[in-house]
C-alpha cells in the first residue's frame, strides 16, 4: 500500500487519515442509517402506544451510541485536515443547522418520550423523533450528492449559494438517502422483533426497497457518467462503477433477503449497499474534498489532500492515538449489540412499563 502511494506521489499519511475518515463517516451511516429509518417509521408500524414503544426500544440502548460516530467522524477531520474542515463546514452553515436541529428533535424525543404518560404528548415527541430523522437524513443526503457534483470555490472558499445548493442531482440524493435508510430501519425492524410488527416492518422493507434500487441505479449511472472520479491523483472511474454495481446488487439482494425471511442477511446486505454508496462517494472527494477544481485557480491553492491536511507530527500522533482507542471503541459498541440482541414484541411491553431508552 505504501509503495502504491509513493508511486502516484502521495504521501501515505494524509492519505492514511483520508481513509480513515472515510471510514469513520461510513460507519456513523451504516449504524445511523437504521437508526434513522427506525425512527422514521414509527408512525408507519406504529399502530398502537404499544407497537410504537416496540419499534423505539430496537434502537433504544443504541440510538446515541450511533451518533458519537458523526462526533469521531468531525473531530478527525479538524484534527487531520483542519482546511478541509474549515472549508466545508464554515461553507455549510445553514445545512448542518438543519442536522443539529434534527438531531436535537431526536434526542429530546427518545430520552423524555417516557417520561409522562399522556398519548398526545407520546405523539407529539414521537413526531420529533420522526421528523428530526427525516430532516437529517434529507439534509445528508443532498450533502454528499454536491460533494460528487463539487461545491463551486474560489481556491480554498465556497463561493456558492444555499439554494444553489438543491439541484436536481441533489434532490435525487437527498430522497434517496431517505429511502435507503427506511429499508435499512424496515431490515433492522424484522431483525430486532417477533409477531405483528416484524411482519409488518418485512411487507414495508420489500415496497420500500423496491423505490429505493429503482433511484439506487439512476443515481450510480448518473454520478458515474456525469461527474467520474478522476481527480490530480489518478483515475478511479473503474473503482467507483465496480462500487457502485455493487451497491445496487447488494441492495437488490436485501430486498429479497426480507421477502424471504432471512432477517439477518437483509441487514447485511441493505448495509453493504450504503457502505458501498458511500464509498463511491469519497473516491470522488480524494483529490478534491468535496469542492469543484476550477481550472482557472493555480494547483498550489486549490483544496486538496495534501493542501489540508495538518502536519506529519500530528497525524502520526493520532494514529497511534487511533491504533490504542479504536479497537477498544469498536469491542465496546459491539459488546453492547451482544447484550441487547434478543427479539422485541409486544408481549415484552407491560401495560404500565416506560419504553427502554
Known amino acids: 500500500m505504501h509503495l502504491l502511494l509513493e508511486t502516484v506521489s502521495v504521501p501515505f499519511l494524509p492519505t492514511l487519515w483520508f481513509l480513515l475518515v472515510a471510514v469513520l463517516w461510513i460507519g456513523f ?42 462526533l469521531t467522524a468531525g473531530g478527525a477531520m479538524f484534527a487531520a485536515f483542519p482546511g478541509w474542515y474549515a472549508s466545508l ?34 405523539r407529539m415527541l414521537d413526531a420529533f423523533a420522526t421528523w428530526g430523522s427525516f430532516i437529517t437524513t434529507l439534509v445528508f443526503g443532498v450533502g454528499f450528492a454536491n460533494f460528487v457534483i463539487g461545491l463551486p470555490n474560489d481556491g480554498l472558499l465556497f463561493n456558492g449559494s444555499f439554494f444553489g445548493l438543491f439541484s436536481p442531482f441533489a434532490l435525487l440524493g437527498g430522497v434517496l438517502l431517505v429511502a435507503i435508510f ?26 420500500s426497497g423496491g423505490v429505493s434500487i429503482i433511484l439506487l441505479a439512476i443515481f450510480v449511472v448518473s454520478q458515474n ?15 467507483a462503477w465496480i462500487v457502485g454495481i455493487v451497491s445496487v ?18 441487514f447485511v446486505f441493505t448495509g453493504l449497499s450504503i457502505a458501498t454508496l458511500f464509498i463511491g462517494t ?6 478534491n474534498l468535496g469542492f469543484a477544481q476550477d481550472e482557472a485557480v493555480a494547483v498550489g491553492e486549490r483544496l ?15 494514529s497511534w492515538a487511533a491504533l490504542v482507542f479504536v479497537p477498544i471503541v469498536l469491542g465496546y459498541q459491539a459488546w453492547s449489540y451482544w447484550v441487547f440482541r434478543k427479539r422485541l414484541s409486544t408481549k415484552n411491553i407491560p401495560d404500565e412499563a416506560h419504553a427502554v431508552h
Do not use: C
Request: glycine letters at 10%; hydrophobic letters at 50%; zero cysteines.
Open 89 to 122: 463546514f464554515s461553507a455549510l452553515y445553514l445545512p448542518l443547522l438543519l442536522v443539529l436541529v434534527g438531531l436535537i428533535l431526536r434526542g429530546v424525543a427518545f430520552e423524555y418520550r417516557s417520561k409522562h404518560h399522556t398519548s398526545q404528548y407520546k
Open 29 to 70: 451511516f451504516f449504524l445511523e442509517g437504521f437508526d434513522f429509518g427506525v425512527a422514521m417509521l414509527i408512525p408507519v408500524l406504529g399502530k398502537t402506544d404499544k407497537d410504537r414503544r416496540v419499534v423505539v426500544n430496537t434502537i433504544g440502548p443504541t440510538w446515541d451510541g450511533n451518533e458519537v460516530w458523526l
Open 304 to 318: 486538496t489532500v495534501l493542501s489540508a491536511a495538518s502536519s506529519d507530527t500530528t497525524l502520526t500522533i493520532m
Open 225 to 239: 457518467v456525469f461527474w467520474p472520479a478522476t481527480s490530480e491523483f489518478g483515475d478511479l472511474s473503474l473503482f
Open 182 to 207: 427506511l429499508t435499512h430501519g424496515a431490515a433492522f425492524i424484522a431483525l430486532k422483533t417477533k409477531g405483528e410488527i416484524h411482519d409488518r416492518a418485512k411487507a414495508f422493507g420489500v415496497k
Open 282 to 287: 469519497f473516491l470522488r472527494m480524494f483529490g
Open 249 to 266: 446488487v447488494a441492495l437488490l439482494a436485501g430486498v429479497l433477503m426480507v421477502g424471504r425471511g432471512r432477517d439477518g442477511w437483509a
